[in-house]
């Protein structure tokens, strides 16, 4: 890691949110922050994504991102959580999970980074109000409810939609395909209900946390509603994300959280909680 250039940021999986993240960087559109290293499946591939970057960051494994970088970013599959994670928290680092569903499969990393000094950061991403959850939660939280309106191409393959034999392919109108806890739908759908772990872990757990997950062929964002009831404040919210052109099961807000969230780890001035 150069010291002189200020942090180095390694991002593990070079995807459509690691390409942006890596380009900001590239850019120096954040002062203080460096692009250190990139890890991918398809290493010749994340090489000449990067052929128009000013300066080519290393393409190497998951485990190794570490041991070049300040800040590790995940933005990987699900089974390669564990590489990332256990590393860059062994390791001291800022630990930065954008597959934050997979943080409650290894909560053992928190109580390993009070150890090591560590942090875990978790971006907002693509929800809304998570500082007013986090503030209520001081108090006392009666209950966190979300609705999660999605078109049908961007659940399409969910585990929980295979299981029990789902078709959302040829709606006319919004399919309930889901109901429960935060725990039981980030095991249902991997890669589309992160944002309902975030919103547990920042208020009253993922058992506690209930979410409905909708195919919605009338709506065509990927649609977030959030109702807080508590002690000090009663509040509701909806976001209405653009679906990410590369990737329809990612809002296109994701990267651009996540460039925000590393942004206020080196400014002098953060706004929110």
């Known amino acids: 890691m150069a010291a002189d250039r200020g942090l180095g940021v390694g991002i593990g999986g070079f995807g459509a949110i690691g390409m942006a993240v890596g380009r900001t960087l590239d850019a120096g559109d954040i002062p203080g922050m460096y692009l250190a290293a990139v890890s991918a499946n398809d290493q010749s591939g994340a090489a000449a994504r990067m052929a128009d ?123 309930l395909v889901f109901d429960g806890s935060a725990r039981e739908a980030v095991k249902g759908f991997p890669a589309n209900v992160n944002v309902a772990v975030a919103l547990s872990l920042a208020g009253i757990g993922p058992d506690r946390t209930t979410i409905q997950v909708w195919a919605d062929p009338g709506v065509t964002r990927n649609t977030h509603t959030i109702k807080v009831e508590a002690d000090s404040v009663r509040f509701e919210m909806t976001i209405e994300n653009v679906p990410s052109k590369e990737n329809p099961r990612t809002g296109a807000l994701t990267p651009l959280s996540t460039i925000a969230a590393l942004r206020s780890l080196v400014q002098p001035l953060k706004v929110g909680t």
């Open 53 to 175: 970057y000013a300066k080519q960051a290393p393409v190497m494994e998951l485990s190794a991102l570490a041991d070049h970088s300040a800040v590790v970013i995940e933005c990987a599959p699900a089974a390669v959580f564990r590489d990332v994670a256990e590393a860059a928290v062994e390791k001291g680092r800022i630990f930065m999970p954008l597959s934050c569903g997979q943080m409650l499969n290894h909560m053992d990393l928190v109580d390993r980074a009070k150890e090591t000094g560590a942090r875990i950061v978790v971006p907002t991403g693509a929800l809304l109000g998570l500082d007013a959850v986090r503030g209520a939660a001081e108090g006392e939280i009666e209950s966190v409810t979300m609705v999660t309106r999605k078109p049908p191409g961007g659940l399409e393959g969910a585990p929980h939609l295979v299981e029990n034999n789902i078709d959302v392919s040829d709606l006319s109108e919004a399919l």
